[in-house]
């Protein structure tokens, strides 16, 4: 079965440093996001991506935060200065349509701040 | 706005006996879908069940079943015959008719299932 996968798996970065998170979403799916975990807390929406632009961002996806397909088949998500908070699980997920399709996770990327 | 609340932050269950994660939810959307994930604690998301606002029946998809009641605005998921594997935090999930996509979680349910 056709799977999202995420790279790398563990990130350690240092604060102010700029981090870029991998995803390959699956090939015929139309809509792509991104979602953060803090440990064991609740899944947080970040940004969906459809037709090559940002259809929704949440208060969390600040100027700090930008997403990419360059490629037409990488997705990448972009923290340019990062700080200790932003220590979480970071999970892509595609979906083929936006309303019975359920969303694919990847096993996401934990990303450390020191 | 769509708003997901679980209420029970963590429930135990002996195998092999049916367990109900609660799942009550909010929304102006008059249409929209409901959607389980399974954590485990490997991390991983797994998709376990959808329904939709305008489904007739329960969705059922082997050992899970939601009952949906729309009226009351819940979801809650039905675990039934629970094993040992099914031991994970259990996520609810909304999607709204005039969302471009995007889930929207509750706070999660663990769940511990006992031999």
């Known amino acids: 079965e056709p799977e999202v996968t995420q790279t790398p798996s563990h990130q350690v970065t240092q604060m102010g440093q700029e981090v870029i998170l991998r995803c390959v979403p699956i090939?015929?799916?139309?809509?792509f996001y991104w979602y953060r975990q803090i440990l064991g807390q609740k899944v947080e929406f970040l940004v969906s991506?459809?037709?090559?632009?940002?259809?929704?961002k949440s208060e969390i996806f600040d100027d700090q935060f930008s997403v990419e397909r360059p490629d037409g088949s990488n997705f990448t998500l972009k923290i340019r200065s990062t700080k200790l908070e932003d220590s979480a699980m970071y999970f892509c997920?595609?979906?083929?349509?936006?309303?019975?399709?359920?969303?694919?996770f990847g096993n996401g990327t934990r990303l450390t701040v020191t | 706005a769509q708003k997901i609340t679980q209420t029970q932050p963590g429930m135990f269950v002996q195998e092999k006996e049916a367990v109900t994660l609660d799942c009550t939810y909010d929304?102006?959307?008059?249409?929209?879908?409901l959607f389980w994930y399974k954590q485990p604690s490997s991390g991983e998301m797994i998709f376990l069940i959808y329904?939709?606002?305008?489904?007739?029946q329960n969705a059922t998809e082997g050992r899970y079943s939601l009952n949906f009641q729309k009226a009351r605005k819940s979801a809650n998921l039905v675990i039934s015959a629970s094993q040992l594997g099914d031991s994970a935090m259990y996520f609810c999930?909304?999607?709204?008719?005039?969302?471009?996509?995007?889930?929207?979680f509750g706070q999660g349910t663990i769940l511990t299932v006992h031999p």
């Open positions: 997920a595609s979906s083929f349509d936006r309303g019975s399709s359920p969303l694919h």
């Open positions: 090939s015929n799916h139309l809509y």
């Open positions: 991506f459809y037709n090559n632009e940002i259809s929704e």
């Open positions: 929304t102006s959307d008059p249409s929209y879908g």
């Open positions: 329904q939709g606002s305008y489904d007739q």
């Open positions: 999930a909304m999607r709204g008719g005039t969302s471009y996509g995007k889930l929207t």
